[in-house]
């Protein structure tokens, strides 16, 4: 597991790449391209992707591109394209005037499938997608040549240009290039290279019927970019041979492909076809939903780009599959917001406090420090009078051993402002709840300690009940239960595993007044709760809804002092 400790260092990618700029190959040249599907939107996996990709580029003097790889139109959307630019650029990244399209090159990279035909390098075949499948063998059989692999070149010629035409339906034909249908790689074994789609593209429309499969149309699309560093995951290990031999075979620029470890998170999944099947079930809110792995539902739920380019820094670049605990995610979170976020009190759960010997008529405004980490960001006034707000986890008529907060006949302080002591409590008759504490003040101790040096062990917050302002607040959780829920047993549904307890809203919970003018997206944390940030789609003026970043508690940095203990 990745030690969040760990300063950024070199790994295989950079390596190459260095090398390959102090050999003066591609002229010193860095050009590498991020090429999303717009099928879906971008989660944390496809933000370790960005970082490096455009990072790379960043840290060598080059270029990187952002290419849509739009040779799919029955998947893919405007909305998903537009979602990609949005969270690219909130990464902290552009690719300037480099924006491409697949579909930019369906014109070369018909021609260059016309050349192959030409070259007796493909052949249009007219078996059935599944006799393509039973005649491609096994990883321990080899495969079969079709029947349609000797056609001449003129009747490929002529089959392929009616293809386009749209004189067939789909799945009639197919253009395939000739390989080895022996080859130990499956992906050689003469792969489909173009197939017929009857269906509008949301850049092209109807001007084409036949699309290019992606391992034609990526390392085609690099070469005509001259990208100098094509740097894909790990499952197109395999496909690197077929990369290889289509440039090989054209003679054209030829990019190194490299493959690095994808990235997994545990308590979640990152394919986007299961998040596709919450979204489209309704098992979360969208795709911006604050549960979801997504880069717009990160951001949503309080996240910063920073905290997410150190979280891809630190996880490094490896060539061999691992989990990242979720840990990881929130210790860079909450890194980064301890540095930036103001502190402000709320009160999740409130239980009032009478506090008798304070006048009834009277408000005071405390100073209060807005962070303690940055002490430019000054300090505020909070107002506190004779009713306040408490969280109720901060009392107990029958404390335990160490519960140094408020009960009957304690005395407390609470955050710049007062000590106070309980003096009665109040219940509903009915359920027996405390419904209401009785305390004194004492008004010696005003954002300090007793002039008679007596000390109290706790300290909590508190929010004035006559300036409250009443919030939603929305406690997000990890949305899966187990570990591991991509890998769930054969018959077993992966959405067995949601957490049911991944939501909690509660309603009315007071805050202090600062926060009723609290812009979309402001964060802040609420002292000794966690981080929070204004829901973006939620919130009215006036009304702010908050979502719980991450709680306060991290158990990465009890693992370091821990760690260092030991050292």
């Known amino acids: 597991m990745a030690n969040p400790g760990k300063a950024p260092g070199q790994h295989f990618i950079r390596s190459i790449i260095d090398e390959d700029v102090r050999n003066g190959k591609n002229g010193g040249r860095v050009h590498t391209r991020f090429p999303p599907e717009p099928n879906g939107y971008l989660h944390i996996g496809h933000a370790k992707s960005i970082c490096l990709n455009f990072g790379l580029a960043r840290e060598f003097g080059g270029l990187c591109n952002l290419r849509f790889d739009d040779t799919n139109p029955t998947k893919e959307e405007v909305e998903y394209v537009d979602s990609i630019q949005e969270d690219v650029r909130w990464l902290g990244f552009d690719w300037d005037d480099r924006l491409f399209y697949a579909s930019d090159y369906f014109e070369p990279l018909h021609a260059y499938a016309v050349q192959f035909i030409r070259d007796g390098k493909a052949y249009v075949d007219s078996l059935s997608p599944g006799e393509i499948r039973e005649h491609r063998g096994t990883l321990t059989e080899p495969g079969r040549e079709s029947p349609f692999r000797n056609r001449s070149v003129e009747e490929n010629l002529d089959l392929f240009e009616r293809m386009r035409r749209g004189e067939f339906k789909e799945g009639e034909h197919v253009l395939r290039a000739k390989i080895d249908m022996a080859s130990p790689n499956l992906n050689m074994r003469d792969p489909v290279i173009y197939r017929i789609m009857h269906a509008p593209h949301h850049r092209t429309g109807d001007a084409w019927c036949v699309y290019p499969m992606y391992d034609f149309a990526h390392g ?69 939903d604050p549960r979801m792995p997504t880069i717009s539902g990160l951001r949503r739920r309080g996240y910063t780009p920073a905290s997410i380019r150190s979280f891809c820094e630190r996880i490094g670049v490896a060539k061999k599959e691992s989990t990242v605990d979720l840990s990881l995610l929130e210790y860079s979170v909450r890194e980064d917001l301890n540095r930036i976020a103001p502190r402000v009190m709320a009160v999740l759960r409130p239980l009032k406090v009478v506090i008798e010997n304070y006048p009834d008529d009277r408000t005071e405004e405390l100073e209060a420090v807005n962070n303690p980490e940055d002490p430019s960001m000054g300090t505020r006034t909070v107002p506190f009078s004779r009713e306040i707000y408490i969280e109720r986890d901060d009392f107990r008529e029958d404390p335990p051993r160490k519960f140094f907060r408020l009960a009957p006949g304690r005395e407390v302080r609470l955050r710049y402002a007062y000590f106070i002591t309980c003096r009665e409590v109040v219940k509903d008759e009915t359920t027996g709840e405390v419904t209401e504490l009785r305390c004194t003040y004492d008004p010696e101790t005003r954002g300090g300690d007793a002039p008679d040096g007596r000390k109290v062990k706790g300290t909590i917050h508190w929010v004035s009940a006559r300036h409250a302002v009443e919030s939603e607040v ?15 047993p054969e018959g077993e549904d992966f959405k067995s595993l949601l957490n049911p307890d991944s939501l909690e809203t509660l309603s009315a919970c007071p805050v202090e007044p600062s926060l009723k003018e609290a812009a979309p997206g402001d964060r802040y944390q609420f002292e000794r709760l966690g981080y929070f940030c204004v829901d973006t789609r939620d919130s009215e003026a006036g009304r702010p809804v908050f979502n719980r970043t991450v709680p306060l508690r991290d158990s990465w940095a009890r693992i370091e002092k821990a760690q260092a203990g030991k050292g």
């Open 474 to 488: 929305r406690l997000y959780d990890r949305l899966f239960n187990r570990p591991n829920p991509a890998d769930v």
């Open 220 to 288: 085609l699309s690099d070469s005509l970019e001259e990208i100098t560093h094509s740097l894909c995951t790990l499952e197109f290990e395999d496909h690197r041979p077929l990369y290889d031999w289509f440039l090989e075979q054209l003679g054209v620029f030829h990019p190194r492909q490299i493959e690095f470890a994808r990235l997994n998170l545990s308590y979640t999944v990152m394919s986007k076809r299961k998040l596709l099947e919450l979204v489209r079930g309704g098992y979360v809110g969208g795709w911006d």
